[in-house]
């Protein structure tokens, strides 16, 4: 992105050596100016309501294909029926002129009968994106005051509560009988047709008011310049929350053509939408730059190209991939094609012809108005600039919108009176764009003056980014850019200024943020999972009158990677803590844990045992928690698979799937031996001034005998309360002798999430006036209500979880990096030019070792990931989109995994199973889904380990 001031424009034309042309006067870059933007035409629709140039059409060709999605089809009556239906319907339920109407919907043709039924109506259409975030739903609701709601059934659980009357368009009665006339609209030109919300530079999105006049202007323009021609089959690939989508649908609907509306799946994949465009033969394809390159990173990138039209918009094409585009589809015409959303849709077309013409950005020109609109570039006093200098771009005519919905001072703000028009009612609308006047009197885009940027063809608003991170409760400051470190790569960068500066977990890469907001760092998501339900959901060591208090000491022995300390530290304050963990790998996250979450908790990497030496350690890499001096593979594996079994459908149970499971979980069980040290607990106490131990916590497989054999008689007394986890058929019998010896009372319980094992835990509590033993039946009454997790632990995971609760995804952040303070120039403004880039490959080493992948699968996923991200090596915990990735490359990265697999890999499983481990559990599951259809419905995304 080029941000600067008009001065600094100035300058920005002599400095590439483009002064304007010696041979033009000032008065005849006038004369030029008015000639260019002689662009008045008269058409005789002009006083229709966009859904009567629908109207006109079907009238003229009813039986013509006017709608497709995927096997549905409907004729121009059909489409024009179902809308005369649904508007109806909406007039009975109150709509009218200037009500906006949401239109909650996926790709669909609803979608589309939605629409034209609001306009039908005499309503507007406010357009949500079924992906937006709940946050923002109920904004732009509540914001544009809708008191109405299109939606499809699978969606009603998405919005919220308290959202305007619903009417569900996929239950609709449609019927099959001619409905009476609808009840007269009066429809004027003046009228809203609909309100788009675009993101706003205060943290607030703003809502754009397109009259009926403005987008019929729009279409009848566009259909004339881009020769558009009944029977063209054209496709809609963008949402319909931003205008992109109506460069196509209401051009295609009034001229004749049929529409395709694509869906979404298909949209994300090469493959998916070459056989669509292949089978369907496309003709007009509008789409982002950046997407259609995206799609085009398969085997056949001729493809995805349509075959009449394709017109280019959202942002900046550099001219060496138009090269290769017509080198794909020599018969191809390719438009480039702008237009703020404030001025309808588009106001400058530039069809592509050879030679290609010399820019100074290096990217195609934007091209000259379409019809009854007017470009002024002008300087800082409001004077057009000469041919060849950058001046903002201010856009007047017909397609300028009314205004910001409900937002006056804003509205008055960027639509200013028009100085160059005699109408006095006349206004320009000031883009923010730098542009300068070729000498063919093409335009070509030259930057921004503000902090506005186009991230894949959304505009975006800095500001709005930065208030949403200033909103969560550790960021005290926030500064977003878009970057360009990289050739062709732009990216947003989140820098963050944390209120608390130590943030132990920052750098990790392996991290897991707990179903409670608590970002832990840990070795292996389903393990974690697990743990977290045991310990912070089942309480599991809070039962029968165990109790946590202020002030405590706890020692726990085989802590893992920590989870209990968190818990523990949520629960009472002033803990002392002492954690055992002798696997290397599963300390190196309790300390980083400890760190975070625990106010005095010493970490030991040891194992406690009956004796002082060393042993040997058996590691499993992929289930840390059955790691142990006596571990068993065999055994543990029985041990899995029950746990396995406890949780699937008991049809699911036979020999097959038994087997299945069996190879699943021995990939899970590959050893590494370490060798570590073991301590007696009573050597610890007297190393560290122990004097009591309110809570013994054992769990160290098959090793707790020995772990109680190593406490002395003289520190048995200091014990106030064990839990321990205990094979019944291994030390259950001696532990209940040693417990009852030293005056515990003592009772014994299954493991519910362990139920077909032998594992169990024994509760003692050494009796007291305060605390006795309880024989508790049910499972709920001890469970404690934990305070709010700490919201000044800052991690990446944590900040992008909490934007996407409050941000499209395109508004999202590829990086986060945190900063001591924000750089600051001599005058003590913030330098955004002094902040530091970023990369994945700069990306810092974790508090503990990635794990390596492990399977074949996992190796060809880290290696895709590697080359796409330009890392050295890639972790089998390690995150897409914390390394950097964002949706566009992850289309590309879906693409090539389809290649490597031979899967069609939706998009949405990359975003559900960001990590390597994840998605190769997702991809072996497809690929042995395709190799063995008599496996039954089982989904391997569903197996958890």
Same mark, same amino acid.
């Given at each position: 992105m080029v941000t600067m001031t008009l001065t600094q424009a100035k300058d920005f034309s002599l400095e590439r050596g483009r002064a304007a042309p010696a041979s033009l006067s000032e008065a005849g870059d006038q004369q030029s100016s008015a000639a260019w933007n002689d662009t008045s035409v008269a058409y005789p629709a002009a006083g229709l309501a966009l859904h009567q140039l629908f109207e006109r059409q079907a009238a003229r060709t009813p039986a013509q294909m006017a709608l497709v999605f995927e096997q549905q089809r409907l004729s121009y009556s059909e489409l024009n029926r179902r809308a005369n239906r649904l508007a109806h319907h909406l007039q009975q339920l109150g709509a009218g002129a200037d009500t906006p109407i949401g239109l909650f919907v996926e790709r669909s043709l609803e979608m589309v009968v939605g629409m034209l039924g609001i306009l039908k109506a005499g309503a507007a259409y406010l357009p949500i994106d079924a992906s937006f975030p709940p946050e923002r739903i109920v904004f732009m609701l509540e914001d544009a005051g809708v008191r109405l709601l299109l939606t499809q059934t699978s969606l009603v659980s998405s919005l919220p509560a308290k959202a305007a009357p619903i009417v569900c368009l996929d239950s609709f009665g449609w019927g099959d009988a001619e409905i009476a006339p609808l009840c007269a609209s009066a429809v004027e030109p003046g009228n809203l047709a609909y309100v788009i919300y675009t993101s706003g530079s205060t943290g607030r999105p703003k809502g754009v008011a397109i009259e009926h006049h403005n987008i019929v202007n729009y279409v009848l323009g566009v259909a004339e310049r881009l020769q558009f021609r009944p029977g063209m089959h054209h496709a809609t690939v963008s949402t319909i929350a931003a205008d992109l989508g109506n460069t196509v649908i209401f051009p295609a609907l009034a001229t004749g053509g049929c529409l395709h509306?694509?869906?979404?799946?298909?949209? +994300?994949? =090469?493959?998916?939408l070459a056989e669509y465009f292949q089978r369907e033969q496309i003709d007009v394809l509008k789409i982002v730059p950046s997407h259609l390159a995206a799609l085009q990173s398969g085997q056949h990138p001729e493809q995805v190209m349509p075959k009449s039209h394709l017109i280019l918009g959202g942002e900046a094409s550099r001219l060496e991939w138009i090269e290769q585009l017509r080198r794909l589809a020599p018969q191809c015409k390719i438009y480039n094609h702008y237009g703020p959303t404030e001025t309808t849709v588009g106001v400058l077309t530039y069809h592509v012809a050879a030679p290609l013409p010399a820019? =100074?950005?290096?990217?195609? /020109?934007?091209?000259?108005?379409?019809? &009854?609109?007017?470009?002024?570039?002008?300087? +800082?006093?409001?004077?057009?600039?000469?041919?060849?200098? /950058?001046?903002e771009l201010c856009i007047g005519g017909r397609g300028v919108a009314r205004g910001y919905l409900r937002r006056p001072e804003l509205t008055a703000e960027k639509f200013v009176a028009d100085p160059f028009s005699p109408d006095p009612e006349q206004r320009l609308y000031r883009s923010g764009d730098l542009a300068r006047y070729l000498p063919d009197g093409n335009i070509e885009f030259c930057g921004r003056i503000d902090q506005q940027v186009k991230i894949h063809g959304n505009r975006v608003e800095l500001g709005e980014i930065e208030a949403a991170l200033r909103a969560q409760g550790g960021v005290r400051e926030a500064l977003v850019m878009a970057r360009e470190d990289e050739p062709d790569v732009k990216q947003l960068v989140a820098y963050v200024v944390p209120k608390r500066m130590d943030q132990p977990l920052w750098e990790g890469n392996a991290l897991h943020v707990l179903p409670d907001g608590s970002p832990v760092a840990h070795l292996n998501r389903n393990e974690t999972d697990y743990i977290y339900n045991e310990i912070f959901v089942l309480q599991a060591y809070l039962r029968h009158g165990i109790t946590i208090e202020d002030g405590d000491c706890i020692v726990d022995a085989g802590a893992n990677i920590g989870l209990f300390t968190v818990f523990a530290s949520r629960l009472a304050r002033n803990l002392k803590?002492?954690?055992?963990?002798?696997? /290397?790998?599963?300390?190196?996250?309790?300390?980083? &844990?400890?760190?975070?979450?625990?106010?005095?908790?010493?970490?030991?990497?040891?194992?406690?045992s009956s004796e002082n030496k060393s042993a040997e350690l058996t590691f499993f890499e992929g289930m840390s928690l059955l790691s142990g001096f006596y571990a068993d593979a065999a055994t543990e594996q029985d041990v899995v698979k029950n746990y396995v079994l406890n949780q699937s459908d008991e049809s699911l149970n036979n020999e097959t799937w038994t087997q299945e499971i069996s190879e699943l979980i021995d990939d899970k069980l590959k050893t590494k031996t370490v060798s570590t040290q073991l301590r007696t607990l009573s050597s610890i106490i007297a190393d560290e001034g122990i004097d009591r131990i309110d809570l013994l916590k054992v769990n160290v497989e098959k090793s707790e005998l020995d772990v109680l054999m190593g406490i002395s008689p003289d520190d048995w007394p200091k014990i106030r309360?064990?839990?321990?986890?205990?094979?019944?058929?291994? &030390?259950?019998?001696?532990?209940?002798?040693?417990? +009852?010896?030293?005056?515990?009372?003592m009772l014994v319980e299954q493991d519910p999430l362990l139920s077909r094992t032998e594992l169990c835990y024994v509760y003692a509590i050494r009796p007291s006036a305060e605390h006795r033993l309880l024989q508790q039946q049910s499972a709920e009454e001890h469970r404690r209500t934990l305070p709010a997790a700490d919201a000044e632990i800052l991690t990446p995971v944590t900040l992008r979880n909490h934007l996407k609760k409050r941000l499209p995804a395109y508004m999202m952040p590829a990086a986060f990096v945190l900063l001591e303070k924000l750089p600051l120039t001599a005058n003590g403004k913030i330098d955004r030019q002094a902040l530091p880039p970023w990369s994945g490959a700069s990306r810092a080493t974790p508090a503990n070792d990635s794990v390596m992948p492990r399977t074949e699968t996992e190796r060809a996923i880290a290696a895709i990931w590697a080359e796409m991200l330009k890392l050295d090596s890639v972790g089998v915990d390690d995150d897409f989109f914390d390394l950097g990735g964002q949706s566009l490359m992850a289309?590309?990265?879906?693409?090539?995994?389809?290649?490597?697999?031979?899967?069609?890999?939706?998009?949405?499983?990359?975003?559900?199973?960001?990590?390597?481990?994840g998605l190769a559990e997702v991809v072996d599951g497809l690929v042995w889904l395709a190799q063995a259809p008599s496996h039954g419905t089982c989904d391997r995304e569903e197996i958890d380990l």
């Open positions: 509306v694509i869906a979404r799946e298909r949209t +994300e994949s =090469q493959a998916l820019t =100074q950005s290096g990217t195609l /020109p934007l091209g000259r108005p379409l019809p &009854n609109s007017r470009i002024y570039l002008l300087d +800082e006093q409001g004077r057009p600039v000469p041919v060849g200098v /950058p001046g803590v002492i954690s055992f963990e002798p696997n /290397p790998a599963a300390f190196a996250c309790l300390k980083a &844990n400890a760190m975070v979450w625990g106010s005095s908790v010493k970490c030991l990497p040891l194992g406690l309360q064990l839990v321990i986890e205990v094979d019944l058929d291994s &030390n259950l019998g001696p532990i209940l002798s040693l417990l +009852e010896l030293y005056g515990f009372e289309m590309k990265l879906v693409s090539r995994i389809r290649d490597a697999f031979g899967v069609n890999l939706p998009l949405r499983n990359l975003f559900d199973h960001s990590t390597v481990a």
